[in-house]
């Protein structure tokens, strides 16, 4: 290990001990203590799920990136490795930020990108970006190799290296920011990882304001190729692109050597207020799964008065409908986290509110609704609700609007806000439901839309699971609930 791996280590482990846990996750991976954003380097690899992260070990903010590190047999209870790389070489001073992984014939390789910053710390209009690469034999320790890859000249923002193989050659999606301020994802190949030869733009000008996609990703799922990346300069239009930034998806056809062709233009991949750097990998089985990072930036961080920051959402499998639009879902292997299962049937809600008594700190919820019986304006559930309902993170059908809502406005500290998808055209509805203790994230009919947010409640409350109707009646055919148990070995 290199001193500034040792530091590092010592560092967050040092910070973990001044650590508050009162809104630390019980079932999502968050860094030991200080921040992380992005899911890294998400790989399948000598039978086991390595998950890296950027990371900042020294504080709760964002600060020169090191690669955080865990281990997963099972995709649900991760172990935490020693932190796999720090900004320690002149390429990747100011930053290692973020990248994927593969396995090379038993060699475990990072390609990530080198930040550097030429005039100053934050200063965006001098920056040096390269793509690099770092291996290792073990899993554990790695060892630098340098740059293997440089922007055109005058590029200055170019990173978030995505590595894939396809029809025998290594295929690399970058994101970049062309010198007319114009977000695009450019793919390149090689046969070793080191030779890189560029082979065509995939996407550009998506929208006039979008100047930047991030952590592009480029991956086939049913007959189609998906091109997912989070653009930076959209504005708000109506319900919306409303966060600071997005993630999301194209879909297309491609093969190697051909152009890539979009069939189905630009799509949010999640609703809620917290979901960004979305990326995805291989299961063991074939199944496509994502992980995002659970915070957007520039929004109030509370736990960061914790000395922690950061979270990833659920891990979801990714899957391609006959629209051509990309569902995501809980993977099945979430079940083996329920404990203390409870059921309740056919309750009905007349202009009331109802308390379950279902604990909510960390809870799964599966939720039907009776659509065609529910004439109330407003109806649904709180969620880390003190029992008198004061308090809530509200989950309801607006029969107004006709739209699923996911409201923050009294949900506790800092966050306010809702966001809200369209109530489909169905008589059942189905609400597949996470809480845990600083974040709620909803599945719509199972994996029709996902909303994922932060909350924080004030405590210490009591928080329960409580049902309401507004003007009129309601009808809940099923309230299935389970506490869920920590993912940390
Ligand atoms: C996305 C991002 C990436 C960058 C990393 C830095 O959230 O801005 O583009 O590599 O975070 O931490």
Redesign the pocket.
């Known amino acids: 290990m290199t001193n500034a791996i040792d530091k590092a280590n010592q560092a967050v482990k040092k910070l973990e001990e001044e650590m508050n846990k009162q809104y630390y996750p019980h079932f999502h991976l968050a860094p030991q203590a200080g921040w992380m ?2 899911p890294n380097g998400l790989v399948y690899y000598n039978g086991q799920y390595h998950a890296f992260y ?1 990371h900042h070990p020294y504080n709760e903010n ?1 600060g020169p ?1 090191h690669w955080g590190h865990a281990v997963s047999d099972d995709l649900i209870t991760w172990r935490r490795l020693p932190i796999a790389i720090a900004p320690d070489h002149d390429y990747d001073q100011s ?1 290692c ?2 990248g994927s992984a593969v396995d090379n014939n038993g060699e475990l390789s990072l390609i990530y ?1 080198g ?1 550097i910053w030429l005039n100053g710390q934050g200063n965006d209009e001098h920056i040096r970006e390269t793509q690099c690469l770092a291996t290792s034999k073990d899993g554990i320790n790695f060892k630098k190799h340098g740059t293997v890859l440089t922007p055109k000249e005058g590029i200055m923002h170019f ?2 290296p995505k590595v894939f193989q396809q029809n025998g050659k290594w295929w690399m999606v970058v ?1 970049q920011r062309e010198t007319n301020d114009v977000g695009q994802v450019l793919l390149y190949h090689s046969t070793d990882l080191k030779d890189w030869k560029f082979d065509q733009v995939l996407i550009s000008d998506i929208d006039p304001n979008v100047y930047m996609l ?2 592009p990703d480029f991956f086939p799922l049913g007959d189609k190729w998906i091109l997912m990346f ?1 653009p930076q300069g959209m504005q708000a239009k109506g319900y919306q692109y409303r966060n600071r930034f997005q993630s999301g998806y194209v879909v297309g056809d491609w093969q190697p050597g051909k152009p890539y062709t979009v069939i189905k233009s630009f799509q949010e991949m999640d609703y809620g207020h917290d979901f ?2 979305p990326q995805s990998f291989l299961a063991a089985d074939g199944r496509r799964i994502m992980f995002g ?1 659970m915070d957007m ?1 520039e929004s109030k961080m509370p736990s960061k008065h914790d000395k922690w920051m950061g979270a990833f959402t659920l891990p979801r499998e990714l899957i391609l409908d006959g629209q051509n639009r990309v569902r995501n879902r809980p993977i099945k292997e979430l079940v083996a986290l329920r404990n203390q299962p409870k059921s309740l049937t056919n309750i009905e809600l007349n202009s009331e509110l109802k308390n379950t008594e279902i604990e909510s700190i960390s809870c799964e919820l599966n939720v039907e609704i009776d659509l065609a019986n529910s004439n109330a304006e407003r109806f649904g559930l709180q969620l880390a609700a003190t029992p008198d309902g004061k308090q809530a993170t509200l989950l309801y059908i607006d029969r107004q609007a006709n739209r699923i809502i996911l409201d923050r406005s009294l949900s506790g500290i800092d966050l306010k806000g809702y966001r809200s998808v369209p109530l489909p055209k169905t008589k059942k509805l189905s609400l597949h439901i996470f809480v845990d203790a600083s974040s709620v994230e909803v599945f719509v009919n199972k994996d029709l839309y996902s909303l994922s947010s932060r909350i924080y409640p004030k405590l210490p409350a009591k928080r329960v699971i409580n049902l309401f109707a507004e003007n009129g009646q309601a009808q809940i055919s099923k309230l299935a609930s389970w506490q869920l148990k920590s993912i940390y070995e």
Do not use: I, V
């Open positions: 954003n992005d950027q964002w990136m930053g930020f973020s990108t930040h990173r978030d994101g991030e952590c989070s960004y750097a990072w930036w």
